[in-house]
């Protein structure tokens, strides 16, 4: 049963129905970036085998785009009025594909998470499985392989090398400026892209994250990850492919799956040197603007930046992974998230996964790389280090992955906990682009955070060793009464009934 009441339940068929587009990658098909179609501000292209636009009616119709919910950018946050990644997808197509559910697909050629066959009408559910276990390593190895594969095959989707102004100019004719990606680097450019800082003048501005930071962390990366699973899934023509998840919550001062059967083993320097699969991994995106400070430039995917590398459990930080009692502290709290819906949230499930909130007290900690106050998500990509511990660029490590689909098992789990309800996720006062309306940048045309922010079971996937009443199979491991400070905030579920 998807969460929500009566009004969600409306709401969300209806931007359902009326918003469905594109194939839920981010920024654009190439198949639309060309001069005809960006002047028209229109990304309706034909599928292939069909004659009509979008597939024709029964399966779907160019229409305009429906505006967000969210509404406009808060009043002393004006300079973001100027940012393409506001009032997405707008500023590039106000038409795409509207398909007719389950279909799905930015010409509808696909089907919704969870649907299969040429009509969509069979319902699909793929396991999600711990890649430590043996009985796995056949997973392990297909999804090794298939980053490699994704790295060498063009994605059908572009990427641009400047803002959407460096495209137009002075009688507002639009040359557009993309370049075609390689399926796994378009992952890293489009996480970067989330991120990237918002000039002002000389002044860089950080905090407004699309991504991180804010309800739709856990929205935004689900989404992110089902569309790599998906790529992945048509890239080694396998249905039932899944990423395995790496349960890092072992306290352990060491990287168990940092070895060259696996992900790579680091030498003294950091290098994977003797890695099959990683020695010559390129990293892209990880540069630092000329003033050295943040990251603000669009990221060019075709300059490759430097060698993969890692340096597991060096950090002061992070010296050591989280443990799964640090999970038990977080699954106690009722509450998804809470005011201000940022690193300063208090008892904010949220802010315990992604790291900026004391496991112990479930209160707000300012991180700082000698305080070691950075928990969960966070610790991880700290202790790995290197451009794990960068956060735009962090998808270049193949090792991203596993880690967020287990942090995507973490939200999953307490969403059965709790039997979440929609009406958790905040419908304004976030920041922009995060919040239950809003569309993620940077996918297009539309997906909602409210699209995401159901059962796992909704979307076709689930679990290895997780009930659908939140109980894991390391739930002895994990249960501590631990509440913090937060009190009657807080359940600390020894079991739970099964949810009908």
Known sequence: ????????????????????????????????????????????????????????????????????????????????????????PTRFFNQTCHCKFPFWGYDCSECWFGYSGTECTEQSMNTRTNIMYEENYGVRDQYLNAVGWARGNTSDYSVMLSVYE????????????????????YFIWIHHYAIKAVMVGDFAYSLQDWAHLGPSFTTWHRMFGLTMERALRKLIKDEDFAIPYWDWAHGSTTCDVCHDDWFGAS????????????????TICNFLDSDNVIYTEICDPREKVGLLARFPGQSVAAPTLPVKTDLGSIMNLDEYDNPPYNTLSNCSFRNGLGGSQSPDTGMSEFITLSSGGI??????????????????????????FPHHVF???????????????LDQFPESGAKMGQNRWAYLVPFTPVVSN??????????????????????SADWDEMFTTNVGLCGNRATAYREKPIES
């Open 450 to 471: 409210a699209q995401m922010f159901v059962r796992s079971w909704d979307l076709g996937f689930d679990y290895q060793e997780l009930e659908r009443n939140g109980i």
């Open 1 to 88: 049963m998807a969460p929500g009441n009566g009004n969600f339940i409306n709401m969300f068929n209806v931007l359902l129905v009326l918003a469905l587009a594109s194939a839920v990658r981010g920024q654009f098909p190439t198949v639309c970036v060309d001069e005809e179609n960006m002047n028209a501000k229109k990304c309706c292209p034909v599928p292939e085998g069909f004659t009509e636009e979008c597939g024709g009616e029964g399966r779907g119709l160019c229409d305009v785009i429906v505006p967000s919910p969210e509404g406009d950018y808060q009043p002393h946050f004006w300079f973001l009025a100027d940012d393409d990644r506001a009032k997405w």
């Open 166 to 185: 460096g495209m137009v100019d002075e009688n507002g004719y639009v040359t557009p400026n993309f370049t075609e990606v390689s399926i796994y680097d």
């Open 375 to 400: 928990h969960n998500h966070g610790r991880v990509h700290v202790f790995l280090g290197s451009v794990m511990a960068d956060v735009p660029p962090s998808p270049s490590d193949p090792l991203f």
């Open 267 to 282: 030498d003294e320097f950091g290098m994977l040197s003797t890695s099959p699969y990683f020695s010559e991994w390129m």
């Open 407 to 421: 942090v995507d098992r973490i939200f999953e789990q307490w969403s059965r906990l709790h039997t979440a309800e």
